[in-house]
């Protein structure tokens, strides 16, 4: 899945790490999300990870 989720956190200044925390998604999937090895995500988990980072979904996730 594509997305912008190591872009908008760098910017932030967080550390994936820190984003699992704030989200309560584990780092794993966090990691698999930036490096797109993972295809299947809940709209949960999405919700959860956008909320984290101060943003909406479709600003951080999208399709090919």
Known sequence: MKNRVK???E??????????EKSRVSRTTISGLENETIDVITNITLEK????LGKKVPEVFFQD
């Open 11 to 20: 910017e932030l200044g967080m550390s994936q790490e820190e984003l699992s």
């Open 49 to 52: 990870i956008a909320g984290a």
């Open 7 to 9: 872009e908008i956190r």
